[in-house]
Nanobody
Framework: QVQLVESGGGLVQPGGSLRLSCAAS????????MSWVRQAPGKGLEWVSEINSGGGSTYYADSVKGRFTASRDNAKDTLYLQINSLEPEDTALCYCATSQGSWGQGTQVTITS
């Protein structure tokens, strides 16, 4: 059974940083592309980032390019998202997802002064 558990969200000031984690289990993590998707309050889902199975290729939405960095540790079955220079517009519930369509429960990122 596929399970994805996100963590690392929190309340931070503008300009701050967070590192989100997504612990995976129930499937061969190292074989799959993984994505981060977010949903801001009152808005639809926004794709944020994708990373290939080996971790050597990453892709980002224009809105986060240069501020967010996706990575993975296949030995630990864990996906990461380093988010820097946070802006109020980054307030969102952030999900990790497999390329097969499984999602975690999300971790809340809130930027407030």
């Amino acid at each position: 059974q596929v399970q994805l558990v996100e963590s690392g969200g929190g309340l931070v000031q503008p300009g701050g940083s967070l590192r989100l984690s997504c612990a995976a289990s129930g499937f061969t993590f190292s074989s799959y592309y993984m994505s981060w998707v977010r949903q801001a309050p009152g808005k639809g889902l926004e794709w944020v980032s994708e990373i290939n199975s080996g971790g050597g290729s990453t892709y980002y939405a224009d809105s986060v390019k240069g501020r967010f960095t996706a990575s993975r540790d296949n030995a630990k079955d864990t996906l990461y998202l380093q988010i820097n220079s946070l802006e109020p517009e980054d307030t969102a519930l952030c999900y990790c997802a497999t390329s097969q369509g499984s999602w975690g429960q999300g971790t809340q990122v809130t930027i407030t002064s």
